[in-house]
């Protein structure tokens, strides 16, 4: 008995140069550069507020306040927790047609310094809860504005914040053209270390801001799983255990209700590292057998992710002088999932942990998902896992000269087109941005007005908070 084949699909006929850069110019034609200026929400556009919100259902309400505690000390810290809301604002403007592995959160407070495997400090995206295929423009327009809004923060005038959003959007549009003459091979081996850091530098920044960059560096360097051992943990019967920092870091043992067998914990976490481990490719597999659950406890982390599930994993190797930390972060659908197509995956986890190694130059070795079927609250979560504080360095926004901003614009521009690079049609795209500055000076427009909405939707907050809509606990 034979068995039936059907038909063969045909093979899929890779487009020449020549129809990718005529495949850009088309949606140049059909979607004009200049449009991207446009951002006008309406009268229907919906209620921020009932997003964030929509949002807390979710979560552990305990830290809820946190969240907005930490979201109204700005419209900077607003905008950095307003995912959701700009998503909805993005599905409403022009775009290409053109997708891309999309970050989700592109701000510039989601890049910076981490380790590379190969003990490098590299510049890279650093954040992707949000991470999904769509629209490239969508996270150059959030990168944009969230410079615009930086700038404000820091009271620059609009003349400087004008220059800074350009360098910004122009950074990426030269790069993508440069990574559309590159082979494929050269775009995904492209990275930004500390030695071209250095050399982008050395030309703009005087002595002493050179020396600064230099220090936040070396403090990075220090943030190694043995100084989070002595941040976070001391003795406890001779063994090292995380010290309750309440509300922020709460041990297991005291988030359970009475009664429960804390041996049953650790039972249950075993199950939930080997389901982890299998994630892991096999030679990290055993690296990762040389260690040992030792304690866990929920750490807040963030803005918009407070009230989100996050847990951090000592183990242990051989003694108290080699352990590691993991981090576990609870992981739901995108932000953008609402306006563009549902994940490809089943655990959303795993979409994290996908888009990060699409969009990364290099990811964290113990990179991995797993999904707990039944958590101390009875639920089935999904969870993406890496390594915790390690070599990890962020820029402090807030007291950046206006000269180091344009810059660190410029290098996020670079890293963000590098990213869309490998994961979409740069051929196509670049030829649809093109080689002057219509694009850059059509975002920064949009940036403007987008960080004017911005303002007021903060000023929204800080109202909904003060009649008692909302609570917020500051400060922490």
Excluded at 45 to 72: A, C, H, T, W
Excluded at 245 to 251: E, F, G, R
Excluded at 458 to 466: G, P, T
Aim: neutral net charge; glycine residues 8%; aromatic residues 8%.
């Amino acid at each position: 008995m034979t068995r039936a084949t059907g038909a063969k699909a045909p093979e899929k006929v890779p487009l020449t140069r020549h129809d990718r850069v005529a495949q850009g110019k088309a949606a140049r034609a059909a979607v004009p550069r200049a449009s991207h200026a446009e951002f006008d929400p309406g009268p229907d556009r919906p209620d921020p507020l009932s997003m964030l919100e929509m949002e807390d259902k979710g979560r552990v309400q305990e830290l809820v306040p946190i969240r907005y505690g930490r979201m109204v000390a700005s419209p900077f810290a607003y905008y950095r927790g307003a995912a959701l809301p700009m998503a909805s604002d993005l599905a409403h403007t022009p775009n290409s047609g053109l997708t891309v592995q999309c970050c989700g959160d592109a701000h510039l407070s989601n890049f910076g310094l981490f380790g590379s495997p190969e003990r490098r400090l590299v510049f890279d995206i650093n954040d992707f809860d949000e991470t999904l295929p769509g629209p490239w423009e969508w996270d150059i327009k959030r990168l944009a504005t969230s410079m615009e809004i930086a700038g404000r923060n820091n009271d620059f005038t609009a003349k400087t914040r004008r220059k800074i959003v350009l360098a910004t959007v122009a950074a990426y549009r030269r790069a993508m053209r440069e990574f559309a003459d590159r082979s494929s091979l050269a775009v995904w081996y492209a990275h930004l270390d500390m030695a071209d850091i250095r050399e982008r530098l050395d030309p703009k920044l005087h002595k002493t801001q050179r020396k600064g960059f230099d220090r936040a560096a070396a403090k990075a360097q220090s943030k190694d799983h043995l100084g989070t051992l002595s941040r976070f943990a001391g003795l406890v019967d001779g063994e090292p255990r995380i010290i309750a920092q309440p509300p922020l870091v709460v041990p297991v043992a005291e988030l359970l209700e009475p009664g429960t067998d804390a041996a049953e914990i650790t039972r249950q976490m075993s199950v939930l590292l080997r389901n982890y481990r299998s994630s892991l490719e096999p030679e990290r597999r055993m690296l990762f057998d040389q260690y040992r659950f030792t304690d866990l406890a929920r750490k807040v982390v963030g803005v918009g992710s407070v009230g989100t599930r996050s847990w951090m994993i000592l183990m242990l190797g051989d003694d108290a002088r080699d352990p590691l930390f993991l981090q576990a972060k609870e992981a739901g659908p995108s932000a953008l999932e609402e306006f563009t197509k549902p994940s490809e995956f089943d655990n959303a986890g795993q979409r994290v942990v996908v888009g990060q190694r699409l969009m990364q130059a290099v990811s964290d070795i113990f990179l991995g998902w797993v999904r707990v079927k039944e958590g101390l609250d009875g639920r089935m979560r999904d969870f993406y896992v890496r390594q915790l504080r390690d070599w990890k360095g962020s820029a402090t926004i807030e007291t950046m000269p206006s000269a180091g901003m344009e810059l660190y614009g410029e290098l996020c521009g670079w890293t963000l087109a590098r990213a869309h690079a490998r994961t979409g049609d740069r051929i196509a795209i670049a030829a649809y941005l093109g080689a002057g500055d219509v694009f850059d000076q059509a975002v920064r427009e949009f940036a403007d007005t987008c960080a004017d909405q911005n303002e007021r939707d903060h000023a929204a907050l800080v109202k909904a908070i003060d009649r008692g809509r909302m609570r917020a606990a500051p400060g922490l």
